[in-house]
């Protein structure tokens, strides 16, 4: 018997193998950290939220883990700053920018 995928079932598949790596690895995501985020979210430059400053952090953590390595994928503007798709680094890798920000968020609770 032949199995035919429906067009939900179709999207569904396809948002799945689209969406963005989510569960990052904290430790790995130091390197790429210090490399490429620190330079603003050690600073606060563009109105990021500097790590390690539990208020800052405390909105974004409500949103969790996914959805803020979403928004650090593709980017988005705030009402306070302004954060580039992939931290400006287009060569950086789903994975990579999901370490980073479980990296973050473990030195931000």
């Known amino acids: 018997m032949r199995r035919f995928l429906t067009i939900a079932s ?7 193998l689209a969406s963005p790596a989510v569960a990052g690895d904290a430790k ?6 210090m490399n490429f985020c620190a330079p603003c979210h050690a600073t606060g430059a563009a109105g990021a939220p500097k790590v390690g ?4 952090w405390a909105a974004h953590l409500k949103h969790g883990e996914k959805h803020m390595v979403e928004r650090a994928i593709k980017g988005f503007q705030g009402e306070k700053g302004f954060m580039p798709p992939r931290g400006g680094n287009s060569a950086l ?3 990579e920018v999901a370490n980073a920000v479980a990296y973050m968020i473990s030195q931000s609770k």
């Open 10 to 16: 179709a999207v569904t598949l396809t948002m799945a």
């Open 28 to 33: 790995k995501g130091q390197g790429v950290y």
């Open 53 to 56: 400053d539990k208020a800052a």
């Open 93 to 95: 890798s789903d994975a």
